[in-house]
């Protein structure tokens, strides 16, 4: 709040002089008296500092001046006096010992208190008998000391709990702002403000509902913030997965499958095999050297020990003695030069077996090696053929 400018009060009104003509308004104007002022500075001091109430224009022909409590002159709220002449300070009924007179009228404050705040008067006693007044204003607010927080509910469960957060300070008059996440607060038809911003509700929490949380208190000459509060929602389980992706094995391969799901606190884990409970709980499943007996389903569970609430993921597994075929057809079609050209063409079908463990190098080696047999044969065919045909055509012995 701004200071306020002091209000001017007289007696009586006397006049500087007649106007003789209308005439001579119009060349000469009537000096005007600066008006006697009074400002805080400052305007809203902290608890335990310093006020001065500086005082201007004070008339020249003062014989004193009085500070009252309140917004008028009453002798029984006087803080204190000062005659000019003599240069003594005369005490009052209001007078504390913290407050000092000076001869210009100003009045100093120390270590105010909340109980200063309010209106000072100021009386200028003049020689003419025509006393003038001004009054002033000023604010004492505390400083402000370190607020908390206080959680209705610090654990709360995912989509079912309502959490309140009151903002706790023993200071009154103060502002209050909210901080998530090192951010204002935001716009959010979950979260609602009491009136004075006091109280923050979470409706509905959610996992992303933890924060941190912190409040902030104002008042015009301080500001202060709570320490983070952090809640520690419970969520989950989600659907778990089951890694790795691969469902195809061998005999004598070993068996190794994960389940993970989200969940706070974490998520307790458990198997079945074609709908056989394992004695063992555990998150990660390992059978070594499996065999075709070991195919089936493979189901993961899990548990939040807290909400009882569990979810569930079930995956194929098949393991096969013939492995998993992979077949390829390779042709080759060969022309002969005769006349008329005779051809001759052979396919093979390849089967790779994933069991045999070949690399794609070898596998590519081998269909290149039967191509060329292939190739062989096929030349061989055409080369016959056409010896036969020549010799049938050629001349009688």
């Given amino acids: 709040m701004g200071h306020l400018s002091a209000r001017l009060h007289?007696?009586?009104?006397?006049?500087?002089?007649?106007?003789?003509?209308?005439?001579?308004?119009?060349?000469?104007?009537?000096?005007?008296?600066?008006?006697?002022?009074?400002?805080?500075?400052?305007?809203?001091?902290a608890e335990g500092k310093e006020v001065l109430?500086?005082?201007?224009?004070?008339?020249?022909?003062?014989?004193?001046?009085?500070w009252y409590k309140g917004e008028r002159v009453d002798s029984t709220v006087r803080i204190i006096g000062y005659v000019i002449a003599s240069q003594l300070t005369t005490p009052g009924p209001a007078y504390s010992g913290r407050e000092v007179i000076y001869s210009n009228a100003s009045l100093l404050i120390r270590n105010v208190t909340l109980n200063?705040?309010?209106?000072?008067?100021?009386?200028?006693?003049?020689?003419?008998?025509?006393?003038?007044?001004?009054?002033?204003?000023?604010?004492?607010?505390?400083?402000?000391?370190?607020?908390?927080?206080?959680?209705?509910?610090?654990?709360?469960?995912?989509?079912?709990?309502?959490?309140?957060?009151?903002?706790?300070?023993?200071?009154?008059?103060t502002n209050y702002l909210w901080w998530v996440n090192n951010q204002s607060l935001p716009v959010s038809s979950r979260l609602l403000l009491s009136n004075d911003n006091r109280t923050l509700t979470l409706l509905n929490v959610t996992r992303n509902d933890t924060g941190p949380y912190e409040c902030e208190i104002q008042n015009p000459v301080s500001v202060n913030?709570?320490?983070?509060?952090?809640?520690?929602?419970?969520?989950?389980?989600?659907?778990?997965?089951?890694?790795?992706?691969?469902?195809?094995?061998?005999?004598?391969?070993?068996?190794?499958?994960?389940?993970?799901?989200?969940?706070?606190?974490?998520?307790?884990?458990?198997w079945l095999i074609n709908g056989t409970s394992l004695q063992k709980n555990t998150q990660e499943l390992f059978i070594s050297n499996i065999t075709v007996d070991d195919s089936g389903s493979y189901a993961c569970v899990a548990l939040n020990p807290v909400t009882g609430r569990n979810r569930t993921t079930?995956?194929?597994?098949?393991?096969?003695r013939m492995g998993f075929h992979h077949v390829a057809w390779a042709g080759l079609e060969l022309l002969s030069s005769s006349n008329p050209p005779t051809s001759a063409s052979q396919s093979i079908k390849i089967t790779n077996?994933?069991?045999?463990?070949?690399?794609?190098?070898?596998?590519?080696?081998?269909?290149?090696?039967?191509?060329?047999?292939?190739?062989?044969?096929a030349g061989l065919v055409v080369y016959f053929q056409h010896s036969r045909k020549t010799g049938s055509s050629g001349p009688l012995q």
């Avoid at 002033?136 to 989509?159: A, G, T």
């Avoid at 992706?245 to 993970?260: H, I, V």
């Avoid at 079930?314 to 096969?320: A, C, E, F, P, W």
């Fill in 225 to 270: 913030r709570s320490d983070p509060v952090t809640l520690n929602v419970t969520y989950g389980p989600d659907t778990p997965t089951i890694s790795p992706s691969k469902t195809s094995y061998y005999p004598g391969a070993n068996l190794s499958l994960f389940c993970d799901a989200a969940s706070n606190p974490p998520a307790e884990y458990s």
């Fill in 314 to 320: 079930v995956k194929t597994i098949i393991v096969s």
């Fill in 10 to 45: 007289r007696v009586c009104v006397p006049w500087q002089g007649l106007l003789l003509t209308a005439s001579l308004l119009t060349f000469w104007n009537l000096p005007t008296s600066a008006q006697l002022t009074t400002e805080s500075m400052p305007s809203n001091a």
């Fill in 353 to 377: 077996m994933e069991s045999s463990g070949l690399s794609g190098g070898a596998i590519a080696g081998i269909v290149i090696g039967v191509l060329a047999g292939v190739a062989l044969i």
């Fill in 116 to 173: 200063d705040t309010g209106f000072y008067t100021l009386q200028v006693i003049k020689a003419d008998l025509v006393n003038e007044e001004a009054t002033v204003q000023f604010h004492v607010y505390p400083e402000l000391s370190k607020p908390y927080i206080n959680s209705s509910n610090s654990n709360p469960v995912e989509d079912e709990d309502v959490v309140a957060l009151t903002c706790e300070t023993e200071a009154q008059n």
């Fill in 53 to 66: 109430l500086l005082t201007y224009n004070v008339p020249q022909n003062t014989n004193g001046f009085n």
